[in-house]
């Protein structure tokens, strides 16, 4: 058994706007007194994680004076120092202030993208000044609540144009950093562009740097497009694009939850947790989400412990998985191959086309034989359940 401990090879990070959470909703005032950064610093500390992640504004107040954002970042070293934690990725702040209300690289008024471009670089420079490898691009107001409003198709090449742009900026500056791009249906805008991380990989495949932006998928998000999150991550996987992820967890049907990882559905957190670890993701595991409105910093501490500890756990679930004989034998079972079916695979040949349309084959056998999976399941069931 083991001690769930987090370590830094878990690669367990934090945005400063998760444990930083005041409690607000959209009815209801802060449950919480804000910390400073550097005091979030020292709360992630405490609790084993291994980096801490930030939009701009989170580091530095929107009109924050040259002395007070010199202060902050002085403080905000120094916690970095005192913990050992490190700062993998940033992020720029699109959609708090209300000049975004209609967007900041798809809004309709140039003047508006401009300022959203200007803010980008100066939170590109700041991320790479504190050590950021990953830049996340989260579009939150890159949506529409009428189509009248805007043509879609302009909103995407004005996405297009602004990720193009930024790539060379990087490019230019010499800097040694990746971006990626966070999907979400909608909320808060009624349409979320790119609405899902399928879409944001079909998208990258368009762009002048392609190889320099990937995907940074988000649990709830995808749920609330009634998605399969493993299915999306394996996609991002496979295209090489899984540059870094957000874990949460969130009911189905619901709007953006934002909670504690493998809170609600643990049977999909758990095969989530086995694809990154059969397939060695090696990125940030970033934990999105934040405290219930109803609890104070130790209940705040809870919460962060709780995200490692369940995906410790669940790791620890897979490799119990891998190791348990019944459930191999079956699947060695389901997947039995005695190759007689491999001159018809491969590369296409004229001659091999040919073969396979004279091949019998007794469809009716085929179709009758039983597959196990209910067996299977139950088995990973109780293996969940801690009774295997
Ligand atoms: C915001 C959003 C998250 C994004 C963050 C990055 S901001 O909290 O809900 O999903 O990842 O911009
Ligand atoms: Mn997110
Ligand atoms: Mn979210």
């Keep these: 058994m083991a001690d769930y401990v987090p370590k830094p090879e878990h690669k367990f990070t934090f945005g400063l706007w998760t444990v930083g959470s005041v409690g607000r909703d959209p009815f209801g005032a802060p449950t919480r007194e804000p910390l ?32 007070e954002r010199k202060q902050i970042i002085t403080d905000f070293r120094k916690a970095l120092e ?20 209609d967007g900041a690289f798809t809004a309709n008024d140039p003047r508006v993208r401009a300022y959203a471009f200007q803010k980008t670089l100066h939170a590109i420079d700041l991320g790479v000044e504190l050590g950021a490898k990953i830049y996340v691009f989260w579009g939150g107001r890159e949506g529409t609540e ?8 302009t909103a995407i090449k004005r996405t ?44 990258i495949e368009t762009l002048d740097h392609s190889e320099m932006v990937g995907v940074n998928p988000e649990v709830a998000h995808e749920h609330m497009a009634g998605l399969n999150f493993t299915h999306g991550v394996a996609q991002a996987l496979d295209a090489g694009k899984l540059f870094h992820i957000d874990l949460n967890d969130q009911a189905f049907g619901r709007y953006d939850q934002d909670f504690r990882f493998a809170m609600v559905n643990i049977k999909s957190a758990f095969f989530l947790v086995k694809l990154l ?87 009716v056998a085929l179709a009758g034989r039983g597959l196990k999976y209910e067996k299977l399941d139950q088995l990973v069931i109780e293996l969940l359940l801690g009774v295997r």
């Design 146 to 153: 009428t189509d009248a409003a805007k043509d879609p198709v």
């Design 277 to 363: 670890e059969d397939y060695g993701y090696n990125g940030s595991r970033h934990f999105d989400a934040h405290a219930f409105r109803t609890e104070d910093y130790d209940g705040v501490r809870d919460f962060a412990r709780g995200c490692m500890r369940s995906y410790l756990i669940l790791k620890e679930k897979a490799e119990q998985f891998r190791q348990d004989r019944e459930i191999q034998a079956l699947l060695a079972e389901i997947n039995q191959d005695d190759g007689a079916m491999d001159q018809f695979f491969g590369d296409f040949t004229k001659e091999k086309a040919s073969a396979l349309k004279a091949h019998p084959f007794d469809r």
């Design 160 to 203: 297009r144009e602004a990720m193009n742009y930024f790539c060379e900026y990087a490019i230019d500056q010499g800097y040694d950093i990746k971006f990626a791009l966070e999907a979400k249906p909608n909320e808060p805008r009624g349409d979320i562009y790119n609405a899902t991380t399928g879409h944001m990989l079909a998208f």
């Design 36 to 67: 400073s950064p550097a005091d979030l610093v020292y709360l992630l500390g405490e609790v084993g994680a291994y980096g801490v992640n930030f939009h701009d504004n989170d580091l530095i107040p929107i009109d924050a004076t040259p002395a």
């Design 82 to 101: 005192n913990t050992g934690l490190v700062v993998p990725m940033a992020t720029t702040n699109l959609f708090y202030d209300p000049v975004f209300k």
